[in-house]
């Protein structure tokens, strides 16, 4: 399966502050999507990283707090806007490496707001 | 977001006994299932899919698939102390994007 480096594995940010997680992938993968988990949580779909177009996102979730980039086949960011506490959680990237492959998951970020 | 339950924990069992995990979807559409277990503080890893109604074993792992009844399970035998984990049951979700949907997970400890 495909190797998944996701960066940075942690990180304490003040509110009102952005962070940018990036995922890379050692190879062309069809599929990248973004998840959240909060604490003591199961798996929350974020979004579908679109290459070359817009994400797509789930309800409950905007562009405007959480923009995704994947400017290609390997690469994707998810930007977490004008944080605060409540989003504090583990956002896990994704991938799929062929039609009706499951889902492969990078390290993770373990975020935490202050 | 389509729904998937799980039965909620946490489970316990003895070491050596069969633990069984059970899931349940919404989505009758769905045509691809997964277990998987997470350890605490790491990501989800990979231990099962089953794409067809039936019965597939890895392992000491068996996967069981009931289409018509909406209904997936997960199967340990021999369980392990190293077996205790949150197991996770995902479903694809037939979109134009075919999204995975997680459940709520199964916490499942092991007593030696």
């Known amino acids: 399966s495909a190797v998944i480096s996701q960066k940075p594995s942690r990180d304490i940010c003040q509110r009102g502050t952005s962070l940018t997680i990036q995922c890379q992938v050692d190879?062309?993968?069809?599929?990248m999507f973004w998840y959240r988990q909060q604490p003591g949580q199961s798996l929350t779909l974020i979004a579908t990283a679109n290459q070359g177009s817009e994400a797509t996102y789930e309800s409950g979730f905007v562009i405007d707090k959480f923009p995704i980039s994947r400017p290609n086949l390997t690469f994707s960011t998810l930007t977490v806007s004008n944080m605060s506490p409540e989003d504090s959680s583990i956002y896990l990237c994704s991938v799929v490496t062929g039609s009706g492959s499951p889902l492969h998951f990078g390290n993770g970020t373990r975020l935490t707001v202050t | 977001q389509k729904e998937v339950e799980q039965n909620s924990g946490p489970l316990s069992v003895p070491e050596g006994a069969i633990a069984s995990l059970n899931c349940t979807y919404s989505?009758?559409?769905?045509?691809?299932f997964f277990w998987y277990r997470q350890y605490s503080g790491k990501s989800p890893e990979l231990i099962m899919f089953i794409y067809s109604n039936g019965d597939k074993e890895d392992g000491r792992f068996t996967a069981q698939l009931n289409k018509a009844s909406q209904y997936v399970s997960l199967l340990i035998r021999d369980s392990q102390p190293s077996d205790s984990a949150t197991y996770l049951c995902?479903?694809?979700?037939?979109?134009?994007?075919?999204?995975?949907?997680f459940g709520p997970g199964t916490s499942l400890s092991v007593i030696p």
């Open positions: 989505d009758r559409g769905s045509q691809s």
């Open positions: 190879s062309q993968v069809t599929m």
């Open positions: 995902a479903v694809r979700v037939e979109t134009s994007y075919d999204k995975v949907i």
